[in-house]
């Protein structure tokens, strides 16, 4: 059978692989599709937590084909999506019940095998059945999931005044949850018009274009919204000087949210003074774990919508096309399947 392979000095190639065997536990997915995100990228250059050669894809939607000894709560035949996420539930991290930050993270399509490939291998456990949702809209439950985290850790007060910089798919799909969980407004900035208008569309009160050179002027629009700041700011594009401008336009008390991937050598300049003065909050969200359950009731309940985010289709032969897309500010997600069997 087929999938993606990174292999050291990003490279990639499709090959032919054993078919894998699900093991006690354990279910067989045929794939049915997978989300590219910009994870994907880092991972092929050696970033995050690649580990070579791997089989990339972490927002899987498959089909149960067949099942491990013992293996429960899915049946063959079913459509589900999976929480990537592997956790040893041993170390010091999962000990204390935080195991996002596990010593021994596991994540499927980032250090193990994922889904750009026709078949995959997931712990029964970890799937999700979707029932008759449309693979189309369940794809997205991954990085809602991620977005589900991301609200946790705001923790919003109601009828909060929410700035959102970024609409990739991950500021998109934020800027809906975030009106569910205390947002009485949202306003989203970014630099390609067509994404704002989809913002616009899928609820955003506010839009504001951003240069991509001169992100900070913006600034003086952005003021004109929220004179006194914004409750939260939410850096969602992975620039640090997205990053130094979030900072000054956080109402004081607010809190900054670092969402966005940054290189992880990028540094940003910010003033302790005014972290100290009007007493800022930092705070990170990273990835997700046990959040796709309360992914797929928001895309299942239309919270979160997903109307003109998927903009390309491709076969897995055609991942540089997939890499490109990432660069390309007309597209919003990539999807990839494997030729049908
Ligand atoms: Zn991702
Ligand atoms: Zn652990």
């Excluded at 063959?76 to 990537?84: A, C, E, K, L, S």
Aim: proline share 6%; net charge negative.
């Amino acid at each position: 059978v087929k999938a993606i392979v990174f292999r050291e000095g990003s490279n990639w190639a499709v090959e032919e692989v054993e078919t894998p065997k699900p093991g006690p536990g354990e279910a067989l997915l045929k794939v049915i599709q997978t989300g590219v995100c910009g994870t994907d990228e880092h991972l092929l250059h050696g970033g995050f937590i690649a580990k070579f050669p791997l089989i990339p894809g972490h927002e899987m939607v498959g089909q149960v084909v067949e099942l491990g000894a013992g293996a429960e709560g899915v049946s063959i035949g079913d459509n589900v999506v999976v929480d990537n996420t592997v956790l040893c539930g041993e170390c010091n991290a999962c000990r204390e019940g935080k195991d996002l930050f596990c010593e021994n993270f596991g994540s499927l399509g980032c250090n193990m095998p994922g889904g750009f490939a026709e078949f995959v291998v997931v712990r029964a456990s970890k799937l999700y059945p979707i029932g008759d949702l449309s693979p189309d809209v369940a794809v997205f439950a991954e990085p809602t999931a991620c977005a589900v985290h991301g609200v946790d850790v705001l923790d919003l007060p109601p009828a909060s005044d929410v700035l959102i910089f970024g609409a990739g798919p991950t500021g998109l799909i934020l800027s809906q949850l975030l009106k569910t969980a205390g947002a009485a407004r949202v306003t989203v900035a970014a630099p390609t018009q067509s994404k704002l208008d989809v913002a616009r569309d899928l609820g955003a009160n506010h839009t504001v274009r951003i240069s991509r050179e001169d992100p900070a002027a913006a600034v003086e629009e952005l003021r004109a919204i929220a004179p006194s700041g914004f409750d939260a700011v939410i850096e969602a594009t992975g620039s640090p000087a997205v990053l130094e401008l979030a900072v000054p336009l956080t109402k004081t008390g607010g809190t900054v949210m670092v969402y966005g991937v940054a290189a992880a050598d990028a540094q940003a300049s910010i003033k302790p003074y005014e972290i100290f003065s009007r007493e800022l909050t930092i705070r990170g969200s990273f990835a997700q774990t046990h959040c796709i359950g309360r992914a797929l009731f928001a895309l299942q309940t239309g919270r979160v919508r997903t109307e003109g985010l998927i903009t390309s289709r491709l076969g897995l032969d055609e991942f540089d096309r997939a890499i490109h897309n990432l660069h390309d500010s007309s597209e919003i997600k990539t999807i990839i399947a494997a030729p049908a069997a």
